[in-house]
């Protein structure tokens, strides 16, 4: 999970997505310092709650298809993990379906 999130803060970095890349880096700082914070952050509205949410974001051109990608793959890692949310997996089927479609 850690290495998904990091690639998706680097994303982020390089789109231009300051705050998003800041709950993503956090979301690594937290990731072995504290496991309860981490899971609040990981599973909350800043990461897939609405408008400026991490998964909002827009990236331009392969970037767009490889975030979709990252954020389906963190989704699944959440579900197997056992911090999976309804919305996390509701965004997850969103992003595979444009994915599948050629639409990122």
């Known amino acids: 999970m850690i290495e998904t999130l990091r690639e998706l803060r680097d994303i ?3 789109q231009d ?3 998003q890349a800041e709950i993503v880096d ?3 700082q937290l990731h072995d310092s504290d ?3 981490f899971r609040q952050l990981l599973q ?3 990461m ?4 400026g949410a991490v998964w909002e974001v827009n990236p331009l051109g392969t970037e767009g298809k490889r975030f979709g990608q990252l954020i389906v793959g963190l989704a699944d ?3 197997a ?3 999976g949310t309804v919305r996390s997996q509701q965004i997850a089927s969103t992003f595979r379906s444009w994915l599948a479609k050629g639409l990122l």
């Open 12 to 14: 982020l970095i390089r």
């Open 17 to 19: 997505w300051p705050g």
């Open 26 to 28: 956090r979301l690594i």
């Open 35 to 37: 496991p309860e914070a």
């Open 44 to 46: 909350g509205v800043d």
């Open 48 to 51: 897939w709650g609405g408008s």
């Open 77 to 79: 890692e959440m579900q």
């Open 81 to 83: 993990a056992g911090l």
